[in-house]
């Protein structure tokens, strides 16, 4: 029992460096543009967050059940997972890089899965869940995030090439609020959703190992026969992931929205509006996507479109190692600290 309450505490962790840290997917753009200043984009990204984690669960159905064999976790397994991703967080966080928080709790997960099942890969969903749900959107979202980016934007160039800048300017000044809280929202949808999986499991794992069997009447709501998202667990998740949102990412937002390229209020409604649409429908389905990679490739289709020359590719190369080296690093720790426990 004081395990899993230490696993919810990880959790919560987790979930508000998840808010600060992606803090950056919604706002950067809108903060560079200077459409909204740094309060304010901080604040309507925290809302819609909140709104889009309270909607759904396809999402977290994926990350608690669909990866990794349930039979095998335990409170432990889950415990090395969020310890894992919540190390890549902050080191990533800390250098400015703008890595995947969902690819963090993946790679931990299944390396502290992986572990506890004495090194059986059997025990990772390959052929129904990591391969279809993970592996292939990695590699296709980026790719969907830049091309729609710029085709987006080269759309754009065409609609409105008769305007004056000042009018452009004016109009999208207004528009990039609306797709700058699509992208807060959308981002809620499948983020926040993660952490809620990951609590479930624990639940799940938890009701089926006894752990909950003689608990008093008021704590008769953790018992979870059947693997479903509780509400409670929706709106701890929810409002952890808002509040992390409204603490900032600054060292992120300097990244995405002023190192690699130099955005205007129109850059920023192609790159929000092609991210969040890939975001929202891959929510749907209840594929765990990266938000980073989707909005951070969507800004360099965007600028590419602008000018080829005007992406700072030195800023992007240092961006993708980052996405290569999330899954193996954090598969690792995972591994690691899941071994470590295991020979207490």
């Not at 967080?89 to 963090?104: D, E, K, M, R, Y």
């Not at 006894?210 to 709501?221: E, I, M, N, V």
């Not at 995972?334 to 295991?342: D, K, P, Q, S, T």
């Amino acid at each position: 029992m004081i395990t899993f309450f230490v696993v919810v505490f990880a959790a919560i962790v987790f979930e508000y460096s998840n808010g600060f840290h992606d803090a950056a997917n919604a706002i950067a753009t809108v903060v560079s543009t200077k459409v909204l200043t740094p309060r304010q984009a901080i604040a309507m990204a925290a809302i819609f967050n909140l709104t889009g984690a309270l909607l759904g669960g396809a999402v977290a159905s994926t990350i608690g059940k669909g990866l990794v064999d349930t039979d095998v976790v335990n409170m432990a397994t889950v415990l090395c997972a969020l310890i894992a991703a919540f190390a890549w967080n902050i080191t990533t966080w800390w250098v400015g890089l703008p890595s995947s928080s969902s690819h963090a709790l993946i790679g931990g997960l299944c390396g502290a899965a992986l572990a506890t099942a004495r090194g059986n890969w059997l025990v990772l969903k390959w052929n129904t869940g990591l391969w279809p749900k993970v592996v292939v959107p990695m590699i296709t979202s980026p790719l969907a995030g830049f091309f729609l980016g710029a085709l987006v934007m080269f759309a754009l160039f065409a609609l409105f090439h008769r305007f004056t800048p000042g009018a452009v300017h004016s109009v999208f000044g207004k528009l990039q609020i609306f797709s700058a809280a699509w992208m807060a929202h959308s981002h809620g949808t499948n983020d926040a959703q993660k952490t809620m999986g990951i609590i479930t499991l624990a639940l799940f794992t938890g009701t089926k190992a006894g752990s909950f069997g003689h608990l008093p009447g008021w704590l008769t709501f953790l018992q979870t026969p059947a693997f479903a998202i509780p509400a409670w667990v929706k709106i701890l998740c929810a409002i952890t992931m808002a509040a992390g949102t409204a603490a900032g990412g600054w060292r992120i937002i300097r990244t995405l929205g002023h190192k690699m390229v130099k955005l205007q209020p129109v850059h920023g409604f192609a790159a929000e509006t092609s991210a969040a649409l890939i975001i929202q429908t891959a929510s749907v389905y209840g594929i765990p996507l990266s938000t980073t990679h989707v909005i951070s490739t969507s800004i360099m289709g965007v600028g590419a479109a602008k000018r080829f020359s005007g992406v700072k590719w030195t800023v992007v190369e240092r961006i993708i190692w980052a996405w290569i080296l999330t899954l193996p690093a954090t598969g690792l720790i995972g591994f690691i600290l899941a071994r470590a426990v295991a020979a207490l």
